[in-house]
């Protein structure tokens, strides 16, 4: 009976601790989600900002497998290269580690502390207020369970059953490693096995070397999750989890025969047992960085090899049922996901044309006509679909809704035409010609690029949810965009007149690019019309009344 009892207070406490991980989790991705994702897409141009953008990242999300996915999910859309993808990972699994080591420095105290001001936080109106506090109470529940993880394995300082099953992992370490990441995969956190692994090294039960070992299996295991997560995804982002697993697995297996002289190292360092296994997680993770950070291109293309990109069978649309026709709501619903997709095409043209300009590459533009060509398809397929279920008749609602779905499929065809014949026409000049913006004109056009890709994105949220306040502030950044537009256009014009050798060079490209990113801005706004007029605050026109004769 009273080995039950402890087995349950083990479990239970971990499951607390994996509780309180996932709050965290949730509480800094609801108050910090979007700096974090655009730290994670913009602080990756040189290997130094990659890994710091993963530490920070995992740090604050308290989970290596939310950074790995969503750096996959980067890799995807061309946000990431593959090299730097892999060393932002390798930063990743630092800042797990540093983590645990923060957790295990005895702050346990701080619990009903952090607790408290969680719950006060929580209570507040805005996001970021809610969401810092469920990553207060989450960080106060992780501690909390340390306290009740030592509790539990105390009663096991004398207990001949585990005194046996440790004896039998100490003759069997490639059975030890393996249960260790089973038990990572089983939980999805290496950090909560390393902190089970702490638990169990307090009571003194386990050798050095089986910690070491025991430390080297969560490693692996933590890896495995991400991969799993994206097996049915693109090759794009396998890729980049396979390649951050096999890492770990050469760690593993160069480390692993090693772990007695190891054990002797430690040994001989002025470090405290108590505090042993994660200490060895650091020190095994940030080796791995400093030893596979040299190698990450080399990995990238190993990978790009290992899994080959799979050629998209079809193009056609896939949601467009014709059965569905005789139910509009159904029918409007398909419609939806079918241009939703087309808005996925047009976000991947514009960052395709994005990388060509940064790069001074045309590489990323191959793919472009191929995906113009889709977007032309599909939205003539959507129109098709549409003047279909107009035939049926349709209600005031679902009229008006059928509209605004057919005017935003217009309006991603328009825009894939400027990307096509516009935008890439100008940076094909650009590298081409090898010609160079002056520093002032290139951050210029790169930002007025990042603010239209981030317009398309709530843009396609407010398609979706037709959210009234999004809509408001897509109108408003659309005079954001004009003024930005139009600021630029007066800088440019400026250094022409001082001189200045690259802009009298990069001039009409300049301008034209400009022009290109203020009209596609300009059609991607037109899906907060509808809203705003069924609102009654969209006027007919811009121009203000004035009294005849003045």
Not at 129 to 154: C, F, N, P, V, W
Not at 329 to 352: F, K, P, Q, Y
Not at 423 to 432: A, D, I, M, N, T
């Amino acid at each position: 009976m009273e080995s039950t009892i402890v087995i349950i207070n083990l479990f239970g406490a971990v499951a607390l601790l994996l509780f309180g991980l996932a709050q965290v989790k949730d509480g800094v991705t609801r108050a910090f989600g979007s700096r974090l994702r655009t730290g994670l897409a913009t602080g990756t141009q040189s290997g130094l900002r990659s890994f710091v953008s993963g530490f920070v990242a995992t740090v604050a999300l308290q989970s290596s497998t939310a950074t790995a996915l969503t750096v996959a999910s980067f890799v995807e859309r061309d946000l990431i290269r593959p090299r730097m993808a892999q060393i932002v990972l390798l930063g990743a699994n630092v800042g797990t580690a540093v983590t645990a080591w923060i957790v295990a420095t005895g702050i346990e105290w701080l619990s009903p502390l952090l607790i408290l001001v969680g719950v006060a936080l929580n209570r507040g109106s805005s996001s970021a207020r809610k969401g810092s506090g469920t990553a207060l109470i989450g960080i106060g529940l992780m501690l909390l369970s340390l306290h009740l993880l030592s509790a539990a394995t105390e009663p096991m300082r004398e207990s001949p059953a585990l005194a046996a099953f440790v004896r039998l992992l100490d003759g069997a370490w490639p059975v030890a490693l393996a249960l260790s990441a089973v038990l990572a995969v089983v939980s999805s956190s290496s950090l909560a096995v390393v902190v089970l692994i702490l638990s169990l090294a307090s009571t003194g039960v386990l050798s050095t070397e089986l910690i070491i070992v025991l430390i080297l299996g969560a490693n692996l295991g933590g890896a495995i999750p991400p991969v799993l997560a994206t097996l049915s995804g693109p090759a794009s982002a396998r890729r980049i989890t396979t390649g951050n697993l096999a890492v770990r697995a050469v760690g593993c297996v160069i480390a692993l025969p090693l772990a007695a002289f190891a054990a002797d190292l430690l040994d001989m360092l002025p470090l405290s047992p108590e505090k042993l296994p994660v200490d060895a997680h650091l020190a095994f993770n940030i080796a791995l960085a400093l030893l596979a950070w040299p190698f990450s291109g080399v990995i990238s293309k190993a990978m790009k090899r290992l899994i080959p990109a799979v050629e998209e069978p079809d193009s056609g649309p896939r949601f467009l049922d014709g059965q569905a026709l005789s139910t509009p709501v159904v029918a409007l619903a398909n419609a939806t996901r079918e241009v939703l997709g087309v808005g996925d095409l047009i976000e991947r043209m514009l960052i395709r044309a994005e990388n060509a300009f940064k790069n001074n590459d045309i590489a990323p533009l191959a793919e472009v006509e191929a995906l113009e060509k889709r977007v032309d398809r599909l939205q003539q397929e959507v129109k098709i679909y549409l003047s279909k279920l107009g035939r049926e008749g349709l209600d005031g609602d679902n009229a008006r809704h059928s509209a605004a779905i057919m005017g935003y499929a217009i309006n991603l065809e328009h825009i894939g035409d400027i990307i096509e014949k516009g935008l890439c026409e100008q940076v094909r000049k650009k590298v081409s010609g090898n010609l160079k913006f002056s520093e002032d004109g290139y951050q210029e056009l790169k930002s007025l690029f990042d603010l239209t890709i981030e317009n398309l994105r709530t843009a396609q949220t407010i398609f979706v949810t037709g959210d009234f306040n999004l809509a408001l502030r897509l109108m408003e950044l659309k005079v954001d965009v004009r003024k930005a537009e139009k600021l630029s256009a007066e800088r440019h014009l400026g250094r022409l007149r001082d001189g200045r050798a690259e802009s009298l060079q990069t001039s009409s490209l300049h301008l034209d690019i400009l022009r290109d990113l203020k009209r596609i801005n300009a059609h991607i706004v037109t899906v907060a019309h509808p809203i705003l007029d069924d609102s009654g605050l969209l006027r007919e026109s811009r121009l203000r009344q004035v009294e005849p004769g003045t």
